[in-house]
C-alpha cells in the first residue's frame, strides 16, 4: 500500500474565518495526533490507515496547503520528529550519483591536497574516486611536481643483472623490448587511472606501476619540510692544513651520492640517504675543478652506434673484469631505446652535475683537475678506471651526456676535447677558442663553451663542428648555459645576453648587475633565467618578455652557488648564508643551516641538500634532508 494509501482519503476543512482552531479529523491519525498522545512518543506507523493525501495527486497546491496544515498543529517535539525523518531522506550524494568521470572532474578543482584527504574517509566511493591516480597527477601538475625517469621507476633502469636478464628474453631487436615489455603491462595490470584520461601508455617503463598520489605525498611533505623544517644527516668537519688545500671547488649530487671535489686533489664521496662519508677518491696530483656523476643504470642514447646499438669508437678496453662489468661493457649490447618509448635527443644537462647513465650497473663518477688529465672512476669499488690525457694545461670544466659515455673537457689550453669515459679513448679535440676555455654546457648532442676570449661557440660533439660563433660580451665570460634552442652566458662585463642557438643571433641582453656574472640557470620548462653576480644580487628573468621578474639582494658578498625549480630558489654566498626564496614571487623563506664564514658549494635534489662552507676554520661539509618519513 503506498504513503498516500495510508494517510486517508479526506479533503482538508479550510479554516474559518475566526481564530478559532480549525477542525480536526476524528479518526487516529500519525500526522493528526490528538491531546491525548501529544508530547508522548510517536505510534507505530499503521499501514492500514487509508490516505486522503493521496487523492490530491496532480494538484500541487492543494497538497502542500494539506502538509502546511498538519504542520501547524504539530508540537515543537513532533515538529523535531518531523524534521529528523525527513533530514535523510533528503540528503543526496551528488558525487555517487554523477558519472565517475564528472565526478573526478568536479574533485580536480580541488587544489588543497588536505580537503582530499578528508574528501577520501566520507566513504567508500570518495575513497576511490580521490585515489584515482589521475587526480593526483592534475594535483602533479598544480604544484609543479615533475617526476622523471628514476621517479616512475623507482630504481634506476638496468641496474642489476636482472634487468638485463628480463630483456634477454625479447631478443636482439632494440626497440621490441621496450614496446613488448609495455604490453606485458598492459596485461598484467590495469590502467593506472580507473576514470581519467591518465593511462599505462604514460608509464616509460614496464616493472614498475607509478603512483601519482605516492609520489605527490613525497614531494608535498619535502616543500613543507623545505619551508621550515629539515634535519642534518651528517656534517665534517676537516681541518685546513693550508689556505687553499681545503677548499672545496665542485660538487655533483643525485639521489646516491654527494660527490666533492677539493682543491687538495682528493675527491670525498657521501652517501646522499645516510650523509655517512663512503670513501675518498686519491690519484690527482693536483687540484680537481670540476666532477661530473654518471649515475647507474639508464638505457642506450642516441649518437655514433654499429649495428649492435652500442658506440662504434674503439676495441674494447683492456681493463679487469669487475671495472668491465662497472663500466657496462661485458653487458648486452642492444639497448638503445627509441625516441617513440621516451627517448629524448636533446635532454638538457642537470644544474647538480649529473648524467643519466647508458645502462651500467655502477654509478661513474668523472673529474677534471689541475694535474691536466681526466679520470674515471668506479663508485662502487672506489677505483680510478682510465686516467685521459691529451690537454696541455688545466682541465677547468667537464660534463658528460645524457644516456651516452661521451664527456666533454674544456681547458686552460683553449680547446675542448671529447672522450669515450666507457672505452678510455679520446675522440676528437675541438679548435676554436683563443683563450681559457671557462665554462661549458651540453644539451643533446650540442655543446655550448664560454671563454676568456669573450666568444660563446656551439658544437656538434658527434663531428666536432663549430656551429655558432656567438660575439657580443666585451669581457671574460664565466657562466653559460643551453637549454634546447636558448644560451645564456654572463661574465665580467656584467650584462647577460640570451642568444638563439640555431641563428646566432643575441636575443636579449638583460642588465642588472653591478659586477661578475658567476652564476646562472636556465630553463625553457619554467621559462625562466636565474642570473647571480659577485655584487651579490640574484636577479631572475622571463624568458618571454625578457623582463626582470625579481630582483633580489639575497647576499651581502659574491653569490657561490644557485639553482631554482618551479617552487624554490636556493643560493650560497660568501656571506656564509644558504637562503632560500619562492622562485614565482621572490620571497624571502629562509635561512638553511647556520651563518658560517663562507660558502663555497650548496646542490639541492629532491629532498637532499648538499651545503660546502668554512666554519670556524675548518672545511664543513654538511648534508640536510627534508624528506617526509616514510608512512
Known amino acids: 500500500m503506498t504513503l498516500d494509501e495510508r494517510v486517508g482519503s479526506f479533503m482538508p476543512i479550510v479554516s474559518p474565518p475566526t481564530p478559532a482552531p480549525s477542525p480536526r479529523p476524528s479518526f487516529p491519525s500519525p500526522f493528526y495526533p490528538d491531546s491525548s498522545t501529544r508530547n508522548t512518543s510517536p505510534s507505530p506507523y499503521d499501514p492500514s490507515i487509508p490516505s486522503e493525501f493521496s487523492?490530491?495527486?496532480?494538484?500541487?497546491?492543494?497538497?502542500?496547503?494539506?502538509?502546511?496544515?498538519?504542520?501547524?498543529?504539530?508540537?515543537?517535539?513532533?515538529?523535531?520528529?518531523?524534521?529528523?525523518?525527513?533530514?535523510?531522506?533528503?540528503?543526496?550524494?551528488?558525487?555517487?550519483?554523477?558519472?565517475?568521470?564528472?565526478?573526478?572532474?568536479?574533485?580536480?578543482?580541488?587544489?588543497?591536497?588536505?580537503?582530499?584527504?578528508?574528501?577520501?574517509?566520507?566513504?567508500?566511493?570518495?575513497?576511490?574516486?580521490?585515489?584515482?591516480?589521475?587526480?593526483?597527477?592534475?594535483?602533479?601538475?598544480?604544484?609543479?611536481?615533475?617526476?622523471?625517469?628514476?621517479?616512475?621507476?623507482?630504481?634506476?633502469?638496468?641496474?642489476?643483472?636482472?634487468?638485463?636478464?628480463?630483456?634477454?628474453?625479447?631478443?636482439?631487436?632494440?626497440?621490441?623490448p621496450w614496446l613488448t615489455a609495455r604490453d606485458r603491462l598492459k596485461r598484467q595490470e590495469p590502467s593506472v587511472s580507473h576514470w581519467g584520461p591518465y593511462s599505462s601508455d604514460e608509464l616509460l617503463l614496464p616493472r614498475t606501476q607509478f603512483s601519482h598520489q605516492e609520489y605527490f605525498r613525497r614531494a608535498y611533505g619535502t616543500m613543507l619540510n623545505l619551508r621550515k623544517g629539515g634535519s642534518i644527516l651528517r656534517a665534517h668537519r676537516m681541518p685546513i692544513p693550508t689556505p687553499d688545500s681545503g677548499v672545496i671547488t665542485s660538487v655533483a649530487l643525485d639521489t646516491e651520492w654527494v660527490v666533492v671535489g677539493l682543491a687538495n686533489s682528493k675527491i670525498h664521496m657521501f652517501s646522499a640517504i645516510t650523509g655517512v662519508l663512503s670513501r675518498t677518491l686519491v690519484g690527482h696530483e693536483q687540484g680537481v675543478w670540476a666532477v661530473n656523476l654518471v649515475c647507474r643504470g639508464g638505457y642506450w642514447g642516441r649518437g655514433e652506434m654499429d649495428e649492435d646499438g652500442y658506440p662504434d669508437d674503439a676495441d674494447d678496453p683492456v681493463v679487469p673484469a669487475g671495472l668491465k662489468t662497472a663500466l657496462g661493457i661485458d653487458r648486452p649490447r642492444r639497448m638503445r631505446?627509441?625516441?617513440?618509448?621516451?627517448?629524448?635527443?636533446?635532454?638538457?644537462?642537470?644544474?647538480?652535475?649529473?648524467?643519466?647513465?647508458?645502462?651500467?650497473?655502477?654509478?661513474?663518477?668523472?673529474?677534471?683537475?689541475?694535474?691536466?688529465?681526466?679520470?674515471?672512476?668506479?663508485?662502487?669499488?672506489g677505483h680510478c678506471i682510465y686516467v685521459l690525457r691529451g690537454h696541455t694545461a688545466t682541465v677547468r670544466c667537464a660534463r658528460v651526456l645524457h644516456n651516452r659515455p661521451i664527456a666533454v673537457t674544456g681547458s686552460r689550453d683553449s680547446t675542448l676535447r671529447v672522450w669515450n669515459i666507457q672505452k678510455g679513448v679520446m675522440l676528437r679535440v675541438l679548435h676554436g677558442h683563443t683563450a681559457s676555455v671557462r665554462c661549458l654546457d651540453v644539451c643533446g648532442n650540442?655543446?655550448?663553451?664560454?671563454?676568456?676570449?669573450?666568444?660563446?661557440?656551439?658544437?656538434?660533439?658527434?663531428?666536432?663542428?663549430?656551429?655558432?660563433?656567438?660575439?657580443?660580451?666585451?669581457?671574460?665570460?664565466?657562466?653559460?648555459?643551453?637549454?634546447?634552442?636558448?644560451?645564456?652566458?654572463?661574465?665580467?662585463?656584467?650584462?647577460?645576453?640570451?642568444?638563439?642557438a640555431t641563428t646566432g643571433n643575441c636575443v636579449a641582453q638583460l642588465t642588472g648587475h653591478t659586477a661578475l656574472v658567476c652564476?646562472?640557470?636556465?630553463?625553457?620548462?619554467?621559462?625562466?633565467?636565474?642570473?647571480?653576480?659577485?655584487?651579490?644580487?640574484?636577479?631572475?628573468?622571463?624568458?618571454?618578455?625578457?623582463?626582470?621578474?625579481?630582483?633580489?639582494?639575497?647576499?651581502?658578498?659574491?653569490?657561490?652557488?644557485?639553482?631554482?625549480?618551479?617552487?624554490?630558489?636556493?643560493?650560497?654566498?660568501?656571506?656564509?648564508?644558504?637562503?632560500?626564496?619562492?622562485?614565482?614571487?621572490?620571497?624571502?623563506?629562509?635561512?638553511?643551516?647556520?651563518?658560517?664564514?663562507?660558502?663555497?658549494?650548496?646542490?639541492?635534489?629532491?629532498?637532499?641538500?648538499?651545503?660546502?662552507?668554512?666554519?670556524?676554520?675548518?672545511?664543513v661539509i654538511e648534508i640536510w634532508t627534508f624528506k617526509p618519513k616514510e608512512r
Request: charged share 25%.
Open 519 to 619: 652564476q646562472l640557470q636556465l630553463s625553457t620548462t619554467t621559462s625562466l633565467l636565474a642570473t647571480g653576480g659577485s655584487d651579490g644580487r640574484v636577479i631572475t628573468f622571463s624568458l618571454r618578455s625578457f623582463s626582470a621578474l625579481q630582483r633580489l639582494a639575497a647576499h651581502d658578498s659574491s653569490v657561490t652557488s644557485l639553482q631554482f625549480d618551479a617552487n624554490f630558489l636556493i643560493t650560497g654566498g660568501n656571506d656564509g648564508r644558504v637562503r632560500v626564496f619562492e622562485t614565482q614571487n621572490g620571497m624571502y623563506v629562509r635561512d638553511l643551516s647556520e651563518r658560517c664564514e663562507s660558502v663555497w658549494k650548496v646542490a639541492y635534489k629532491k629532498g637532499t641538500c648538499a651545503i660546502m662552507c668554512k666554519r670556524a676554520g675548518k672545511t
Open 337 to 381: 631505446r627509441p625516441a617513440s618509448v621516451g627517448g629524448d635527443s636533446s635532454k638538457p644537462s642537470d644544474i647538480c652535475c649529473t648524467s643519466e647513465g647508458w645502462g651500467q650497473p655502477n654509478s661513474i663518477i668523472v673529474s677534471a683537475s689541475c694535474d691536466k688529465t681526466l679520470r674515471v672512476w668506479d663508485a662502487r669499488s
Open 55 to 176: 487523492n490530491l495527486t496532480g494538484n500541487p497546491a492543494s497538497r502542500k496547503q494539506y502538509l502546511v496544515s498538519i504542520l501547524h498543529e504539530c508540537s515543537p517535539a513532533e515538529l523535531r520528529f518531523i524534521s529528523q525523518t525527513i533530514t535523510p531522506m533528503l540528503k543526496r550524494d551528488v558525487l555517487t550519483e554523477l558519472p565517475a568521470e564528472l565526478a573526478l572532474h568536479i574533485l580536480a578543482y580541488v587544489d588543497d591536497p588536505r580537503t582530499l584527504a578528508r574528501a577520501s574517509q566520507v566513504c567508500k566511493r570518495w575513497h576511490d574516486l580521490v585515489s584515482d591516480d589521475w587526480l593526483w597527477k592534475v594535483l602533479c601538475d598544480t604544484y609543479s611536481f615533475r617526476a622523471d625517469t628514476e621517479d616512475k621507476t623507482g630504481t634506476k633502469v638496468l641496474e642489476d643483472d636482472e634487468s638485463w636478464d628480463e630483456m634477454d628474453k625479447f631478443g636482439s631487436n632494440p626497440i621490441d
Open 446 to 500: 650540442k655543446v655550448v663553451s664560454g671563454s676568456y676570449d669573450t666568444t660563446c661557440r656551439i658544437w656538434d660533439v658527434d663531428t666536432g663542428e663549430c656551429l655558432r660563433v656567438l660575439r657580443g660580451h666585451s669581457h671574460q665570460i664565466y657562466s653559460i648555459a643551453i637549454d634546447g634552442n636558448l644560451v645564456a652566458s654572463g661574465g665580467m662585463d656584467t650584462i647577460v645576453r640570451v642568444w638563439d
